[in-house]
């Protein structure tokens, strides 16, 4: 299997597993991707999606490129809408913590960008260097960088091909931890453990009104937010949430 997929209490985890060619995306990847993504979104015990690499050296490396070859059916040709359909799927499905374990290159940066919390070992690096073979970054790279990092270092990233270390993400916003390659997952499932506690209609919410909010106009973002607030005001889990805090305890939140 490409990618290895195991649940344990409320949070997936999803194993790109080519440690081989560095979990480079080949077109059997794309696809086994999409389908577990969609697995997961669809399975009402999963709260949280962590999505790491297998091995030591890589998350994710991009393309396959002896797979992708000029004068071939290429998985960017081939398999481009079950791209994007993946990356739609994690963007609008359940939150994902990426935890970057190595590499996170061209396409496996762009898979990373598409999560919602990133965070890496200090070995991990990361770069889109697609015009260094005379291409570009076709999987949201040019889009959701400089949303993530602001327009000047993206441009810088993008436009040289640069590879940056772990420290240089962190400072420029790309990604939120940075911790010792032995302790990555454990801090990883600390993250998607203390989402699943939350109340999931918020939680999804929350993940909804950033995504979607950032293609508005701040004043239609802000009544976008507004009506989510009114659809959740008379929820069981809000309702629950605000008794739980009045009795000191825990709240069970059961997702209506």
Known sequence: MAVEVSIAGSVATLVLNRPEALNALDPQTVVELTEAVDRVNQNSAVRVIILTGSGTRAFCAGADLKKTMPGSATAADTDAPRAMSYREAMTAGKPIVCAINGYALGGGLELALACDIRIAASSARFGLPEVRIGSIPGGGGTQRLPRAIGASDAMLLLLTG????????????????????????????????????NGPLAVRAVKRLVHHGASLPLDAAIAAEQDAFRELLHSRDRIEGRLAFAEKRAPVFQGH
């Open 162 to 197: 640069d590879h940056i270390d772990a420290a240089e993400a962190l400072r420029i916003g790309l990604i939120s931890r940075v911790v010792p390659a032995p302790e990555l997952m454990e801090h990883a499932q600390s993250i998607a453990t203390r989402i699943a506690a």
